[in-house]
């Protein structure tokens, strides 16, 4: 008798084992890790606008108030994304662009924004130039 007994626990032992090794690796690939990338990413999209209109870093700032100082536009449409990606301290792909009171997308410098080549505005690219 003890010999079934004995074959009972290690079964136990061994579904239980079995049950948390599978409540990890959901925990670990599943909504959990997913909800901090969104986290991080919405982190990140707060602090993009505060960053182009802070006082902190004068090279990278180019919203004064309500208006775009056009020269400091230009100075950062002609650094490389990965520059500008750095200089403002963002790890997540962005696009930086403008839009009208009504909604509708400004050029800036006859391109759609300056950023990321994947983002995409109604079929045109964040770089692609706009007409």
Same mark, same amino acid.
């Given at each position: 008798? @003890?010999?079934?007994?004995?074959?009972?626990?290690?079964?136990?032992?061994?579904?239980?084992?079995?049950?948390?090794?599978?409540?990890?690796?959901?925990?670990?690939?599943g909504?959990? *890790?997913?909800?901090?990338?969104?986290?991080?990413?919405?982190?990140?999209?707060?602090?993009?606008?505060?960053?182009?209109?802070?006082?902190?870093?004068?090279?990278?700032?180019?919203?004064?108030?309500?208006?775009?100082?056009?020269? @400091?536009?230009?100075?950062?449409?002609?650094?490389?994304?990965?520059?500008?990606?750095?200089?403002?301290?963002?790890?997540?792909?962005?696009?930086?662009?403008l839009?009208?009171?009504?909604?509708?997308?400004?050029?800036?410098?006859?391109?759609?924004?300056?950023?990321s080549?994947?983002?995409?505005?109604?079929? @045109?690219?964040?770089?692609? *130039?706009?007409?």
């Amino acid at each position: 008798m @003890k010999k079934g007994q004995t074959f009972s626990t290690d079964a136990v032992v061994a579904v239980v084992m079995f049950i948390i090794a599978v409540i990890m690796l959901y925990y670990l690939s599943g909504p959990a *890790t997913k909800n901090k990338q969104s986290e991080k990413l919405q982190s990140e999209a707060e602090k993009l606008p505060a960053t182009l209109s802070s006082q902190q870093n004068l090279t990278s700032v180019f919203i004064q108030g309500s208006k775009v100082d056009e020269q @400091k536009l230009r100075e950062a449409m002609n650094l490389s994304y990965e520059n500008l990606k750095s200089l403002l301290g963002v790890e997540s792909d962005f696009c930086i662009y403008l839009e009208d009171e009504n909604g509708n997308i400004v050029p800036m410098e006859g391109k759609v924004g300056v950023g990321s080549r994947l983002a995409n505005f109604s079929g @045109k690219g964040c770089n692609d *130039t706009i007409q």
